[in-house]
């Protein structure tokens, strides 16, 4: 590995408390397999760098017995979302791969627009002294990437790293990630017979084209007219698209352009206008950046859907008194709304989320952050996750359900 993650004695100390729970016979979910793993689905959220915390979480939920079913996720919530369900069949624990994966990774390449800019917006992260003077200095190379870019990386090497370590797994289209996806182990349910369905994949994403919360892989036939050959990480790469950090992610050529009241996009858009030959994805955060409630259910789950945070939300208010403050409240408020507003009407759901708040001590676009502080995020994701699960109570998460039933 390039980056040392699973070394060190904490972890090990970590390892040994996941793995004396499952050993306990702690209950988590009722959707089990023969080998005893419990299963639930997983939404991640998204974060940029922060989204290392991540596999931290997934690793030690992994070590306690626990297995993911269905997974969502946005922008770097995405990336890990795609990978688990690439690189492992279902119920195959996936966390040393992904972190194989993420330990040969130099993250700084991710950020592929000019030299120049990229030292810009480096030392613009860790606050360095003269930015005013790199303003001005690249005000020129800045200009002319907003204006006929609008974004100063075009994301190139985000999709190409995805989509070299999907073809690894001899997934090079939607159609092989979907027959992958379709191996399941054999599952049953801790108290009753009932019918199991299959696993789901939900990517998310902002198309400020039509103004739509996109949700890949269930809305693609709006953008493609062959979804079945489309690469998975055309839908990652859709949702990684920070404004103005990022090129906005380009559709060209949609199925039904010209059309108007299409039917499709009634149904999953509910736009009614002409169908434009040509949209613009950005970040998925930027509508849902926690879509928690993606696979909820108006019923007792046989499976819980577990939540992870990245960033600290709502513990204090943001100041507006500048422009540029005023601006990052404004995205703010767009990019945590619409969740939390589910979460306020299934105040239950705070039993499923875990909080990493990693935003508390790392910067999220940090991509050039050490092997070191890579590795501090990771354990901190880690030890959130296992906090969690220490904590967690399904029997009393389904009596809240069943009284909501009543």
Same mark, same amino acid.
């Given at each position: 590995?390039? @980056?040392?993650?699973?070394?060190?004695?904490?972890?090990?100390?970590?390892?040994?408390?996941?793995?004396?729970?499952?050993?306990?016979?702690?209950?988590?979910? *009722?959707?089990?397999?023969?080998?005893?793993?419990?299963?639930? *689905?997983?939404?991640?959220?998204?974060?940029?760098?922060?989204?290392?915390?991540?596999?931290?979480?997934?690793?030690?939920?992994?070590?306690?017995?626990?297995?993911?079913?269905?997974?969502?996720?946005?922008?770097?919530?995405?990336?890990?979302?795609?990978?688990? &369900?690439?690189?492992?069949?279902?119920?195959?624990?996936?966390?040393?791969?992904?972190?194989?994966?993420?330990?040969?990774?130099?993250?700084?390449?991710?950020?592929?627009?000019?030299?120049?800019?990229?030292?810009?917006?480096?030392?613009? !992260?860790?606050?360095?002294?003269?930015?005013?003077?790199?303003?001005?200095?690249?005000?020129?190379? !800045?200009?002319?990437?907003?204006?006929?870019?609008?974004?100063? $990386?075009?994301?190139?090497?985000?999709?190409?790293?995805?989509? #070299?370590?999907?073809?690894?797994?001899?997934?090079?289209?939607?159609?092989?990630?979907?027959?992958?996806? =379709?191996?399941?182990?054999?599952?049953?349910?801790?108290?009753?017979?009932? @019918? !199991?369905?299959?696993?789901?994949?939900?990517?998310?994403?902002?198309?400020?084209?039509?103004?739509?919360?996109?949700?890949?892989?269930?809305?693609?036939?709006?953008?493609?007219?062959?979804? =079945?050959?489309?690469?998975?990480?055309?839908?990652?790469? &859709?949702?990684?698209?920070?404004?103005?950090?990022?090129?906005?992610?380009?559709?060209? $050529?949609?199925?039904?352009?010209?059309?108007?009241?299409?039917?499709?996009?009634?149904?999953?858009?509910?736009?009614?206008?002409?169908?434009?030959?040509?949209?613009?994805?950005?970040?998925?955060?930027?509508?849902?950046?926690?879509?928690? $409630?993606?696979?909820?259910?108006?019923?007792?789950? =046989?499976?819980?859907?577990?939540?992870?945070?990245?960033?600290?939300?709502?513990?204090?208010?943001?100041?507006?008194?500048?422009? #540029?403050?005023?601006?990052?409240?404004?995205?703010?408020?767009?990019?945590?709304?619409? *969740?939390?507003?589910?979460?306020?009407?299934?105040?239950?759901?705070?039993?499923?989320?875990?909080?990493?708040?990693?935003?508390?001590?790392? $910067?999220?676009?940090?991509?050039?952050? =050490?092997?070191?502080?890579?590795?501090?995020?990771?354990?901190?994701? &880690?030890?959130?996750?296992?906090?969690?699960?220490?904590?967690? *109570?399904?029997?009393?998460? @389904?009596?809240?359900?069943?009284?909501?039933?009543?």
């Amino acid at each position: 590995m390039g @980056k040392d993650f699973l070394g060190g004695e904490e972890l090990t100390q970590l390892v040994a408390r996941a793995r004396a729970l499952k050993e306990s016979g702690k209950i988590f979910s *009722d959707l089990i397999d023969e080998d005893g793993n419990q299963y639930v *689905d997983l939404v991640q959220e998204g974060g940029g760098v922060l989204g290392i915390s991540l596999v931290g979480y997934t690793y030690i939920l992994e070590q306690a017995g626990i297995r993911f079913y269905s997974l969502a996720g946005t922008s770097a919530g995405a990336i890990s979302t795609l990978l688990m &369900a690439s690189l492992e069949n279902v119920g195959k624990p996936v966390s040393v791969k992904l972190l194989q994966i993420l330990a040969d990774k130099n993250l700084f390449d991710l950020v592929d627009g000019p030299r120049g800019i990229k030292r810009f917006l480096q030392n613009r !992260i860790e606050g360095k002294a003269g930015f005013l003077i790199s303003v001005l200095w690249h005000s020129c190379s !800045i200009y002319f990437l907003l204006k006929n870019k609008l974004g100063l $990386n075009p994301g190139d090497n985000l999709k190409e790293w995805l989509s #070299f370590h999907l073809n690894e797994e001899g997934i090079c289209t939607y159609k092989d990630l979907k027959a992958k996806r =379709s191996i399941l182990p054999e599952l049953h349910h801790r108290k009753i017979n009932s @019918k !199991i369905v299959a696993p789901k994949l939900a990517i998310v994403t902002s198309e400020v084209s039509t103004h739509t919360k996109v949700e890949f892989p269930k809305m693609a036939h709006l953008y493609w007219q062959n979804v =079945s050959e489309v690469s998975p990480s055309e839908f990652v790469r &859709a949702s990684m698209s920070i404004p103005v950090f990022f090129e906005p992610y380009m559709k060209n $050529n949609l199925p039904h352009q010209g059309e108007i009241l299409n039917k499709q996009w009634i149904t999953h858009a509910g736009y009614y206008g002409e169908v434009p030959k040509t949209v613009k994805f950005v970040d998925g955060g930027l509508l849902s950046n926690f879509p928690i $409630n993606i696979f909820h259910l108006d019923r007792i789950p =046989s499976h819980p859907t577990f939540g992870v945070r990245l960033s600290t939300h709502r513990k204090n208010y943001s100041k507006t008194s500048g422009f #540029f403050s005023y601006t990052w409240a404004i995205i703010s408020t767009m990019r945590q709304i619409h *969740d939390y507003d589910f979460i306020l009407k299934n105040p239950d759901y705070r039993k499923l989320i875990c909080h990493i708040d990693a935003n508390e001590h790392f $910067n999220w676009l940090n991509f050039n952050m =050490s092997a070191q502080r890579q590795k501090e995020l990771f354990l901190l994701g &880690a030890k959130k996750g296992l906090a969690f699960l220490e904590n967690f *109570d399904w029997e009393a998460y @389904k009596e809240i359900r069943r009284q909501k039933t009543l």
